[in-house]
């Protein structure tokens, strides 16, 4: 592609971004201390109160969660399918499951869990038919676990997508030096392969907590507002459900973005230095 | 008493004998090619003999210890892979310390002994450097000492100077000779070039289609290889198939000069095999003296001293001869001369007709 040209889609980009990106986030950034008698701290103050600090808990503790299980199950589930021996089917029933079911959100991955792990699900109805009461037990599709149980099923498929390239970027023939060199499974994995995977095992698990974090729909669909989340709480008071404060959802909104940059900027700070062998440095 | 012994050695991959009856036995310290072209064979021998595939039927022997079935972790070998395979998350120096740190050596006698080899190898400099940060043959050299640490009792080679450019594959191949001769440890070298196997070798085991055809020293190879196959596939050559006149090889309307009568049958199917070098010629001026053969110089190609030319003799069949001539006396003969070549008696081999 000539220069030109390539500027040319360069610049929409750059434009696009200041339009729906930087320009809503000063937006935010303004609203969140603009009051009617101009520049306050209150809405900001109001991110300290309970109910929000609570709100911040729960996203925080969910994101990480099910970001974590989806980047254990998901390289798990990759490794698996990429090892030597593995049937070639397999990689191309689970990728094409994968790319259905990591874009499978919202109301009906909401609904698809309520009809099967619900109160009066199939599943918890048929566990219960042979002595197996899930809710008696303390589980609850309602709730913080509940609500992780439903994020991995699009967080996993998505660290299966993420994931592959790096599996098979990985040379089989390190393996067998290792092997050869004396070194277990065991060490191979710990000296060897997790290290190489580590700055794709840490991009994944951001993307992953980007994508929970942010996550509405379905969390809302599943437990109508009960379960406090920061975007629940954003669209409580956007919608006016329990008052109209478009300043605080400015404010919720602001600190959800200081959020996702100090985990970005702390895993940028991990990622250089579990890649500083890699050919950028 | 030989270090490394392969006894009957069998490999079947879907169906096909990848590798039948293999039989060899290596001295300590001895280095040992096993050439041939690609699909013989030889790299499934080398994993083979390195634990990464167990054999159908047959053993392997290190030190008269049947290691067969042993875990390749277990085999103290050291192994350089064709695409280096050096770990791309560990500096030069960790990298060649691999070894006895999984071992579980002192860290210091792990660093000591790794500083040793990147010394040997001439990268002590390089140390801190990362696989990226080193050129291919710097990769190979930290390859090579990586499998040195372990102090195997064997080392194998696979392939390991075919991804480097010429230059650098001569210079290395120099210096994994005078390594491996300073460590004294047995080698297999896996390679399907034929100049680097007869530089490199004390002796050289030709593979084709899972067996080994001959095992014997480079001279020997070059100068008496043991069937067709062999003497097409090391250096250089003309072959002929014919039958056995009066010790003399009948191609055609031809009787080429050979010295056959001691080892086969007038009338017996032979080929005949006779090297450049072993070719003289000299300008057709329309007698053909007996022993010598007419032809037409089809090409010349210049090699420095020598030029080596290619006549395409006389008859219906278009045989192709070659001959080096001192480059000097080649200029002289421009393609279209005619020509006439001959050879020593002795020179050519003469050895049952091959029919593979």
Redesign the interface.
């Known amino acids: 592609m000539k220069a030109p040209i390539a500027w040319l889609f360069i610049g929409a980009f750059l434009l696009v971004s200041a339009i729906f990106l930087v320009a809503p986030t000063a937006m935010l950034a303004v609203q969140a201390v603009i009051g009617d008698d101009g520049l306050t701290l209150e809405y900001v103050q109001t991110l300290g109160s309970y109910r929000y600090v609570k709100a911040f808990e729960h996203s925080l503790y969910l994101s990480v969660l099910s970001a974590t299980v989806g980047v254990i199950a998901g390289a798990l589930i990759a490794f698996a399918m990429l090892k030597p021996g593995a049937p070639r089917w397999l990689r191309s029933v689970v990728t094409s499951f994968a790319a259905v079911a990591a874009n499978f959100a919202g109301v009906p991955l909401a609904f698809a869990f309520i009809s099967t792990v619900g109160t009066l699900g199939l599943l918890t109805s048929m566990l219960k038919h042979i002595g197996v009461d899930l809710y008696a037990m303390g589980f609850s599709l309602f709730s913080i676990p509940g609500l992780t149980l439903v994020y991995s099923y699009f967080q996993i498929p998505l660290m299966v997508i993420i994931i592959i390239p790096a599996f098979e970027a990985m040379?089989p023939?390190?393996r067998?030096?290792?092997?050869?060199?004396?070194?277990?499974g065991g060490?191979y994995w710990r000296?060897?392969g997790l290290?190489?995977l580590a700055p794709s095992l840490l991009s994944g698990w951001i993307l992953l907590f980007g994508s929970a974090f942010s996550a509405y729909a379905t969390a809302y669909a599943l437990t109508s507002g009960n379960i406090s989340l920061v975007t629940t709480e954003i669209s409580a008071v956007l919608s006016g459900n329990v008052s109209s404060e478009p300043q605080v959802g400015a404010a919720l909104s602001v600190g959800m973005i200081v959020v996702m940059v100090l985990v970005l900027a702390a895993s940028q700070m991990l990622a250089r230095r579990a890649s500083r062998?890699?050919?950028k440095q | 008493m030989a270090i490394v012994e392969l006894h009957g050695l069998r490999k079947f991959y879907g169906g096909r004998d990848v590798l039948s009856g293999i039989e060899l036995a290596m001295g300590d310290g001895e280095l040992i090619c096993l050439l041939g072209p690609s699909g013989c064979g030889k790299s499934t021998l080398l994993r083979i003999v390195a634990g990464f595939i167990i054999p159908d039927a047959g053993q392997v022997l290190v030190g008269g210890r049947d290691v067969t079935k042993l875990a390749a972790s277990k085999r103290q070998m050291g192994m350089v892979f064709q695409s280096y395979s050096l770990f791309p998350n560990m500096t030069a120096l960790d990298n060649v310390r691999f070894g006895p740190r999984v071992a579980g050596a002192p860290k210091a006698e792990q660093v000591k002994r790794a500083r040793e080899l990147l010394d040997l190898v001439g990268l002590s400099s390089h140390e801190a450097k990362f696989p990226h940060q080193l050129s291919g043959g710097q990769q190979q050299r930290v390859a090579l000492a990586r499998a040195l640490a372990v102090q195997p009792q064997v080392l194998l080679l696979d392939e390991p100077l075919s991804a480097l450019d010429a230059k650098v594959r001569l210079q290395l191949r120099e210096e994994i000779r005078r390594i491996q001769r300073d460590a004294g440890v047995t080698t297999i070298l896996v390679t399907h070039d034929q100049e680097e196997a007869l530089s490199i070798s004390d002796r050289v085991a030709v593979m084709q289609g899972g067996k080994l055809l001959q095992v014997a020293t480079p001279a020997e190879i070059y100068r008496r290889p043991a069937d067709g196959f062999v003497a097409r596939f090391i250096g250089s050559g003309a072959v002929f198939a014919g039958r056995v006149e009066r010790g003399h090889v009948r191609v055609g309307s031809m009787l080429l000069r050979a010295d056959a009568s001691a080892t086969h049958a007038d009338g017996s199917e032979v080929e005949m095999f006779i090297r450049p070098e072993s070719v003289q010629i000299q300008a057709h001026d329309g007698e053909l003296p007996d022993g010598t053969v007419a032809g037409t110089l089809s090409e010349s190609v210049f090699l420095g001293g020598l030029t080596r030319m290619r006549l395409t003799l006389e008859g219906p069949d278009n045989h192709s001869l070659w001959a080096d001539v001192p480059s000097e006396h080649a200029e002289g003969f421009k393609p279209g001369h005619k020509l006439i070549a001959w050879w020593e008696a002795a020179a050519p081999r003469v050895m049952p007709l091959s029919r593979e």
């Open positions: 040379q023939a390190w067998e030096a290792a092997e050869n060199l004396g070194a277990t060490q000296m060897v290290p190489v062998w890699t050919v």
